[in-house]
């Protein structure tokens, strides 16, 4: 191997030179980015397409603890689980919010005190816990309880967290860019040379074709789904430790309830269901656990995992859903850390980080889920620490607000309704979108005082997306598309008809072109 130092190298120029290279933009990689950008590291992330734009986007939406874990003995991971809800629930209280879940008891399942038992648990694992806990329902008794079906007399109510999921990602991203990380889009690891205290890397800028070579001190492995490949092919690095790939997939349906809880769904082969309000008009059902052994890239929802979503509500609802009932559907591939579990199900959503520091270290991420984010970043860091000069041990992102979150849940409300005041005709439920969305960055990056000929918004083009929004994603947001914008900065593609996003792609279009011929530079990412 060679054994060449940075002064062997003169054709890389100091601003080449990071301390830490990630690659893979989804929640891990950002959450990582962020907390060691925190620490004073020099850090670059590259992601090959857009932030959040694989696993991270596709998840079920859910801060939550993981109730089913507990009968797989996971009791490490779901408090470690529990109390991350609670932090995220607090430094990012305008993408996470609390949300109470609704769960029948089946004679022909697990028996009530089982279940009962669970939930004690469950609520009592994490010390800290400020959320509502499980209360013991008549079901046609409740509104909640009655669409469903007149044979579920008994069930629970108890709470967990909803987050807009590649919004977290991206808030993590504009963090790390805030305290100096250089956070890199549509970019892709052409190939890594080793040596004994450094990488060298060369990136491809996948728009452009132009590539460049930078030096890093260490180097983590945050691929997801292409974490062994990237290992194996791209860093020629062996490890002990195995992924497995694990298919999720959901479908969106006209909003089944007008209560505000969700459920959670037994079936016979023992795996859940979740049903979620999604969206004011939608309800989001899902997921399955397929195995996968395809391109994680090129996933889509079977019509088998169709019928089994269909089936596992109409189990449950008064309402019967169909194929036809389907407005929109969506898969992910997970990646996760294989236990050789014979089943899918089964298997273990712990994590585990592979550090190679045989020559300069590489960290690589098998596994986790969205809700311990954070924590398994700092672990990350903490494992690297002994071998990345000048990484310290000390920890700061569990209290730390992510950009807009800096106010208080209670005052959301007024939030919104001081959005409406300032903006003549704004709806709540556009500014209640805004607000959820941008939290305390609403006035300060979308609203200006500058005054515009089709107001303080700008032009509609579509739904209630306005040209400033747009402006403000391109600028401080890595979006570069129409989907990037529909579908992770916002769903608002529920919404969009062809002529709507034909008028969409068209001014992104506009906008990019005029930034690249701009001489003004590009404002930061601002947290």
């Not at 993590?172 to 060298?200: F, P, Y």
């Not at 000069?389 to 106010?407: C, H, I, M, N, V």
């Not at 209640?432 to 305390?440: A, E, K, P």
Request: proline fraction near 5%; aromatic fraction near 8%.
């Amino acid at each position: 191997m060679p054994n060449a130092s940075f002064t062997d190298i003169p054709e890389t120029s100091a601003d080449a030179t990071y301390d830490l290279l990630i690659i893979g933009g989804g929640v891990n990689g950002a959450g990582i980015a962020r907390d060691a950008s925190g620490r004073g590291l020099r850090v670059l992330l590259v992601e090959q397409d857009d932030l959040a734009g694989h696993t991270s986007s596709a998840s079920s939406k859910l801060i939550h603890g993981g109730l089913r874990y507990l009968e797989y003995y996971e009791f490490r991971l779901v408090r470690e689980a529990l109390n991350e809800r609670e932090r995220l629930m607090k430094i990012a209280p305008h993408i996470i919010w609390p949300l109470r879940f609704i769960l029948p008891h089946s004679k022909m399942l697990r028996p009530a005190w089982l279940l009962r038992a669970g939930l004690f648990i469950y609520d009592n694992l994490c010390r800290t816990m400020t959320l509502p806990k499980t209360r013991s329902l008549r079901l046609q008794r409740e509104a909640a309880g009655r669409v469903l079906r007149p044979d579920y007399v008994r069930g629970f109510e108890y709470s967990d967290g909803w987050v807009q999921d590649s919004r977290l990602v991206v808030l993590n991203a504009m963090d790390a860019a805030q305290r100096g990380a250089e956070i890199c889009t549509r970019t892709k690891l052409v190939s890594a040379e080793r040596h004994a205290d450094h990488w060298v890397a060369t990136l491809e800028d996948r728009q452009t074709g132009k590539t460049r070579q930078i030096i890093t001190k260490a180097l983590v492995n945050a691929a997801g789904p292409w974490v062994a490949d990237l290992l194996r092919d791209g860093l020629s690095v062996e490890s002990r430790n195995h992924v497995r790939l694990i298919k999720g997939s959901h479908i969106v349906v006209k909003k089944l309830f007008d209560t505000p809880q969700a459920y959670i769904l037994q079936n016979p082969d023992r795996r859940i269901v979740f049903a979620l309000p999604y969206e004011d008009d939608y309800t989001l059902i899902g997921t399955t656990d397929i195995p996968w052994e395809q391109d994680p890239g090129s996933v889509s929802i079977s019509a088998e995992e169709v019928t089994y979503l269909c089936d596992s509500v109409n189990r449950y609802f008064k309402r019967t859903l169909t194929k036809d009932d389907v407005v929109w559907s969506y898969a992910g591939v997970r990646p996760l850390f294989d236990d050789h579990s014979g089943n899918a199900s089964a298997v273990t959503r712990d994590y585990v980080l592979d550090l190679d520091h045989s020559a300069a270290p590489v960290l690589s991420i098998f596994g986790g889920k969205i809700t311990t984010y954070r924590k398994l970043a700092e672990h990350a860091l903490d494992k690297l620490a002994p071998h990345v000069p000048g990484l310290t041990t000390t920890s700061w992102t569990a209290k730390a607000p992510l950009p807009g979150g800096d106010f208080r849940r209670n005052d959301f409300d007024a939030r919104v309704k001081s959005l409406q005041k300032r903006v003549a005709g704004l709806s709540r439920q556009t500014a209640t979108r805004l607000v959820r969305n941008y939290g305390t960055l609403v006035e300060t990056l979308i609203l200006t005082k500058d005054a515009v000929p089709s107001g303080p918004l700008g032009a509609r083009l579509g739904a209630d997306l306005y040209e400033r929004e747009v402006d403000y994603l391109i600028t401080h947001e890595w979006a570069r598309s129409a989907e990037d914008i529909l579908w992770r900065r916002s769903k608002l593609g529920l919404r969009f008809d062809t002529e709507d996003l034909t008028r969409l792609r068209d001014y992104v279009a506009q906008r990019l072109r005029r930034n690249a011929t701009d001489p003004a530079p590009e404002r930061e990412p601002v947290a």
